[in-house]
């Protein structure tokens, strides 16, 4: 038999579950780390990172930070892409995952303005930029750990174990700064109860050694190593060959995932920011409606991931696009009723709706590209579309 043919056994339903398991807390980690920074743009940053005066000017500029994170991803899926491509899925993933925890406590360990000055706000950019350096390569990873290890009949399934870290982080960093939030008086949470979300980002370290010390690195890139034995022949830098001869696929990837991420910062970071501002809801009730709607997208995106399996992924996805657009103007007419139910059912149906768009979104760019450039494909894909979709869509 050739080296080209060469496979390893199936797994086991159960082992399958396990990794798309690590996957899925990896992914609920780093995301938690990546969205504490929104909640704490909307909440407290623009009053402690940037000159007092116009509060409107602060929460732009706190925004303008938090897009930096955006524009830091494709270069780490770049960076990540290749390493994963090359060295493994797995080497990329923990690599990834320990980039993120070494930013986030930095983070809370980081002195305000009114203690270094501008040193501050530029400081707080730079762990904002490795942030986004550190997500750009981990959503590959976690991807591919559960899509490369499922049987192609239920790839859409297990792929979605990793988007569901996207509503799990989110869960996670609400309830962080709700129970902070609520159980300390503000001055004490000006003063260091922000930060205790983002310390406890150290717990990603044992994330990360976990899965280096348990997990193989998935058939096909066990596959591309025993072919790359056998053939001496250079190859070429995966993120070339996916520029050079994938782009439009890349372009397609990036516009899917564009419409997903815009909306998506819209229901999390500015409908926070709208709801307490404008509609004069209190922090507790809006972060009490953000938490009901990432806990009950977290069965929708399963479910819709699943069905994209026995139905095909692309009728799931432009079902979601409808939907997501006949939602728009519900969504603010229930948001202005100020009543918190009303928040609620508004980001809880709105999430429910992108997860038709985001659940079936891990198999369809994994199947888009060959294994030796899959890593890079899928993550500048991914990337491009939270950069454009996701940096600006608060500010605007």
Not at 103 to 114: D, F, H, K, M
Request: charged residues 10%; proline residues 5%; contains cysteine.
């Amino acid at each position: 038999m050739s080296v080209s043919q060469q496979s390893a056994p199936p797994l086991r339903a159960g082992e399958i579950r396990r990794i798309a398991g690590l996957s899925l807390v990896g992914a609920s980690v780093e995301w938690f780390d990546f969205f504490l920074f929104g909640t704490a743009a909307a909440l407290v940053f623009p009053r402690l990172f940037f000159p007092a005066g116009d509060e409107f000017i602060a929460l732009l500029s706190s925004f303008a930070v938090l897009g930096v994170g955006f524009l830091a991803r494709p270069i780490g899926g770049i960076v990540w892409g290749h390493l994963g491509d090359r060295v493994g899925r797995k080497r990329a993933f923990v690599a990834a995952l320990l980039t993120m925890a070494a930013a986030s406590v930095l983070i809370g360990v980081l002195p305000t303005y009114g203690q270094i000055g501008v040193a501050a706000p530029l400081l707080l950019t730079l762990l904002r930029f490795t942030q986004g350096l550190a997500v750009g390569g981990q959503w590959g990873g976690a991807v591919l750990l559960a899509t490369e290890h499922a049987p192609s009949s239920r790839r859409g399934f297990y792929g979605s174990f990793a988007q569901i870290g996207v509503p799990m982080g989110v869960l996670l960093g609400v309830v962080a700064f709700f129970l902070v939030g609520t159980t300390m008086n503000p001055a004490s949470f000006d003063s260091y109860g922000w930060r205790v979300p983002f310390l406890a980002s150290a717990g990603l370290v044992a994330v990360a050694l976990y899965a280096r010390n348990t997990l193989d690195d998935t058939p096909a890139f066990q596959r591309l190593q025993r072919l790359a034995a056998a053939d001496a022949t250079a190859r070429r830098s995966p993120v070339l060959e996916v520029l050079r001869r994938h782009w439009r696929r890349v372009v397609l990837a990036g516009g899917a995932f564009t419409v997903v991420n815009a909306t998506f910062y819209i229901y999390i970071t500015y409908m926070l920011s709208y709801g307490t501002t404008t509609v004069g809801l209190s922090r507790g009730a809006m972060l009490l409606a953000l938490a009901v709607a990432a806990l009950a997208q977290i069965p929708a995106l399963a479910g819709f991931a699943a069905l994209s399996d026995r139905i095909g992924r692309r009728p799931v996805y432009l079902a979601g696009t409808v939907g997501t657009a006949l939602w728009a103007f519900p969504l603010f007419w229930l948001a202005d009723s100020g009543s918190t139910a009303a928040m609620a059912v508004a980001l809880v149906v709105g999430q429910c709706i992108l997860a038709m768009m985001y659940g079936p979104l891990a198999a369809f760019f994994a199947e888009l590209f060959g294994a030796e450039i899959r890593y890079s494909g899928a993550s500048l894909g991914y990337q491009l579309g939270a950069l454009v979709g996701g940096a600006i869509s608060p500010l605007v």
